[in-house]
């Protein structure tokens, strides 16, 4: 298809779903944040369809991306991506805008340096060399550091990052090596065999990850935790399933809530009006009782 044809088609396919993602009102933040791969599609399409220019045309590349004029493109669409990032119809082709013009402020700033040895240069090369382990690696790290001390878990999520992003790629390569020498060995039967069992196992890995997780440390994902007990209500919005007890347990709380025949938390309430409770005329017949004595 060639560059152009592949980010076009590509990301107009994207932008379509999104739209009908948000005007349709299904599940829109976990589907947009990439749930459903498509959504997030445009930005992947736009740097692989700049590695391929670059690999093609480098020079070209090189001097588009060092001008004036595309810096001023970049900033020009990420703050225009932002603005739109504010309305819901916006936000169908903000995320793609913000990336992108990003993506062009940084590489004018930092990718066209003439000194490419330079201590500067040396440590983003090193970054981008080891941006996806870095990317595997850091959220829990920081998830547990940084509420722990702000300042001090930021610094030590940044070396741990580091030395988890480098021992997660040397055990990586320690068991992916071994295994493409071996498997060049073997012929095609024997590896559509070992890949079914590898299928297999990895399938049991990750229901047994989800059991357990649903187990000892259940999250809230698509939905919001009290929905298990609510029906949708014409008037209301939501109430209550009618005579229905059901177990709410998720992040930060485990109770059942149970509902009577109306949709209201709590036991019946009895056809029948109990008699009134008059406590000036237990006064007087408690009054009668002493004088009896």
């Known amino acids: 298809m060639g560059a152009f044809q592949f980010l076009l088609f590509g990301s ?8 009908g993602v948000i005007f349709f009102e299904f599940k829109v933040s976990s589907l947009l944040y990439g749930a459903f791969f498509i959504t997030r599609l ?3 399409a736009f740097g692989m369809a700049f590695a391929w ?3 093609n045309n480098a020079q070209q590349v090189y001097d588009l991306m060092s001008s004036r004029w595309t810096m001023f493109m970049a900033i020009g669409l990420y703050i225009s991506g932002t603005l739109l990032s504010i309305t819901w119809a916006g936000m169908t082709v903000a995320p793609f805008m913000v990336g992108v013009g990003i993506f062009g402020i940084l590489y004018g700033i930092l990718g066209n340096k003439k000194e490419t040895s330079s201590p500067i240069a040396g440590v983003f090369t090193w970054v981008g060399r080891h941006s996806y382990s870095l990317y595997l690696v850091h959220h829990p790290i920081l998830a547990i550091l940084v509420p722990i001390h702000a300042l001090g878990g930021t610094l030590l999520s940044i070396l741990g990052s580091i030395i988890g992003a480098i021992g997660l790629e040397k055990i990586v390569n320690r ?3 071994p295994l493409t020498a071996r498997l060049k060995k073997y012929d095609l039967k024997k590896l559509v065999k070992w890949t079914a069992m590898a299928a297999v196992v990895m399938s049991i890995c990750a229901l047994g990850f989800e059991l357990a997780i649903q187990r000892f440390d259940p999250q809230e994902v698509i939905v919001w935790g009290e929905q298990p007990s609510l029906a949708p209500h014409d008037d209301f919005g939501w109430y209550l399933k009618p005579n229905q007890t059901t177990h709410l347990r998720w992040e930060s709380y485990d109770y059942y809530v149970k509902s009577n025949e109306l949709g209201f938390p709590g036991p019946s309430y009895p056809e029948q009006k109990a008699p009134r409770h008059d406590p000036h005329n237990d006064f007087w017949r408690c009054l009668h009782k002493r004088r009896g004595r």
């Open 175 to 177: 068991i992916v090596e």
């Open 12 to 19: 107009l396919a994207a932008f379509i779903v999104r739209a």
């Open 42 to 44: 445009p930005e992947f």
């Open 53 to 55: 220019c670059l690999r």
